[in-house]
């Protein structure tokens, strides 16, 4: 019998929608003894309690001194606990909400020396496939990362809540210089409301659309590039040259193809340079998580812009879903942080949403017309409507057309994180006061279903 353990994020009495998915993929193994694990406030026993409904044992990690945790101080936690259950697998979601990183499974896959499958999207018995289709077989000392691809079961009515165990830093015993704020390599200097990418709509009927795409695609780039002091030096690593020459005096590409982790932390110790810049992409993200940890280095995640003030590094990352806007520094020696790097695509493309489904082929056609290279938001992805590679926002790719037409999107802020850099935005939905509005140039109004050719 397998002995799981599934990781949780409780956040305001809810649970992770993705670790949903990894508790769910748990009791649906066969011959599976399953403990759920959660980090949190002791306000989140009541939640865990619930989930015991479903005939699993839950354990809570709680302690003041754990407060302030970054991913370095939670994961070396974490780390402490799984050891102390001594599971054949650990499952999880592929990142929480209110944090959205991403890099705690890595670490802990460095820390506790597990394999590491992340981001599943099929699990059938004992086998799984991710999003970069790949397959395995899971057997023993293994971390699963899981997408949100099933909803979690409801409990029986008969059944009835247990006890909830809860250890504290007294049952783990971890140095107090290694968790908390003492132990955490970043910091939060600000917070504020993520409004930067707001645009002043102009409403049209569809038939100008044709205009208002040619004469878009004649415009002069009119962009003004910012002026910001630079970093001294600093480190980057994958297809992101253009982002290191803007925040760095001088720079140098961190070549880490065919390396050991040990080869790329002694390579990096001996540059002494300021911050190092990792493209937001597979494998990068997986090996700037493993270095951090090794490191004990703070590791910004999704950056979208960097400031450098009286010598101090400052990266700004979109938190909460993309709600508002976190500057953070660290204090470590180095400073690192992962950065989407904008695709190249055609000059035209349409962002499709849960709103285009209805006239979908008509929708593909009217791409067509322009050549516009098409991609989507999350919820098609996951409808599989769309592969995962088509999918643009904060968990997706980062676009930057001359022309974007967005058709039946609502608006959600982690799309708009995705679209953000695009020259001219047209927008269309049915709804007038549609949140995606709030982001274009040009809105037209008008069901989909309405769209001729």
């Not at 704020?181 to 910091?187: D, E, K, L, R, V």
């Not at 990068?284 to 995640?301: P, Q, T, W």
């Amino acid at each position: 019998m397998k002995k799981i353990l599934v990781l949780l994020k409780i956040y305001k009495g809810d649970l992770n929608t993705f670790d949903e998915t990894a508790l769910e993929a748990a009791l649906r193994f066969p011959y599976s003894e399953v403990q759920v694990l959660s980090m949190c406030p002791m306000s989140a026993e009541g939640s865990l309690r619930k989930l015991t409904r479903l005939g699993v044992k839950s354990i809570l990690v709680s302690d003041a001194a754990y407060a302030g945790s970054d991913t370095v101080a939670t994961s070396t936690i974490l780390a402490k606990a799984i050891n102390r259950y001594n599971p054949d697998l650990v499952f999880t979601g592929r990142n929480s909400f209110d944090g959205d990183t991403g890099q705690t499974p890595f670490m802990l896959s460095e820390l506790l020396s597990f394999q590491m499958i992340s981001h599943v999207i099929k699990i059938d018995s004992n086998h799984v496939e991710t999003r970069e289709n790949e397959a395995f077989d899971l057997n023993e000392k293994q971390i699963v990362s899981f997408e949100k691809i099933f909803p979690l079961r409801s409990p029986s009515i008969f059944s009835k809540e247990n006890n909830v165990e809860v250890i504290d830093n007294s049952v783990l015993n971890i140095n107090i210089n290694d968790i908390g704020f003492n132990g955490s390599p970043t910091i939060v200097n600000k917070s504020f409301p993520n409004e930067d990418n707001r645009r002043f709509v102009k409403f049209k009927e569809f038939s100008e659309l044709d205009t208002l795409i040619k004469e878009a695609l004649n415009a002069k780039d009119n962009n003004v590039t910012e002026e910001v002091e630079k970093a001294p030096f600093g480190l980057y690593v994958g297809n992101i040259e253009p982002i290191a020459k803007k925040y760095f005096v001088s720079y140098e590409k961190l070549d880490i193809k065919d390396k050991t982790l040990e080869q790329i932390e002694e390579e990096i110790q001996n540059k002494n340079a300021s911050a190092i810049l990792w493209e937001e992409a597979l494998p990068y993200k997986e090996i700037a998580s493993r270095i951090a940890i090794r490191m004990r280095a703070g590791l910004c995640a999704d950056c979208i812009k960097f400031a450098y003030r009286n010598g101090v590094f400052y990266m700004t990352r979109p938190a909460l879903g993309g709600n508002i806007n976190a500057e953070i520094y660290c204090k470590s020696a180095i400073s690192m942080a992962t950065i989407k790097s904008p695709k190249a695509t055609n000059d035209v493309v349409f962002s499709l949403g849960r709103g285009s489904l209805s006239n979908l082929e008509t929708v593909k056609e009217l791409a067509k017309k322009y050549n516009a290279l098409i991609v989507c938001s999350r919820p098609l992805a996951d409808s599989d409507v769309f592969p995962y590679s088509y999918q643009v926002g904060l968990t997706g790719k980062q676009i930057s057309p001359k022309v974007l037409v967005t058709i039946g999107i609502d608006g959600a802020i982690q799309h708009i994180v995705g679209i953000c850099t695009s020259g001219t935005i047209i927008s269309i939905n049915k709804g007038k006061n549609a949140p995606i509005f709030d982001y274009s140039d040009y809105g037209i109004v008008m069901d989909v279903n309405n769209i001729k050719l």
